[in-house]
């Protein structure tokens, strides 16, 4: 089975940095699309940044200038780097993914993992 595990999430001052980390794993074909995610307390859950198998990448206006998404492709993982961050970033941190499993025909689905809190606090 595919799963996505997410790691690196923490409590951290405001200004400081931290690295999320959200690896693949199981009987994988191809990896298309990955993304974070994240969701405060009291609000929805908003694209953060997103890159595709060809590493385009955008990112929410948010962020820009902040946090940059990258991959490693022969990992399987997707990665956050989280610079200056803001009391306003503190969130559950999700990482999604298109995947196309092996024995899947071709059909791509979509993959959630159980998020990391970041928290950033005085």
């Known amino acids: 089975q595919v799963q996505l595990v997410e790691s690196g999430g923490g409590l951290v001052q405001p200004g400081g940095s931290l690295r999320l980390s959200c690896a693949a794993s199981g009987s994988i074909l191809s990896i298309n699309t990955m993304a974070w995610y994240r969701q405060a307390p009291g609000k929805e859950r908003e694209l953060v940044a997103r890159?595709?198998?060809?590493?385009?990448?955008n990112s929410a206006d948010s962020v820009k200038g902040r946090f940059t998404i990258s991959r490693d492709n022969a990992q399987n993982t997707v990665y956050l780097q989280m610079n200056s961050l803001k009391p306003e970033d503190t969130a559950v941190y999700y990482c999604?993914?298109?995947?196309?499993?092996?024995?899947?025909?071709?059909?791509?689905?979509?993959?959630w993992g159980k998020g990391t809190l970041v928290t950033v606090s005085s």
């Open positions: 999604n993914a298109d995947i196309i499993p092996y024995r899947a025909y071709g059909i791509s689905t979509n993959y």
């Open positions: 890159i595709t198998s060809g590493g385009s990448r």
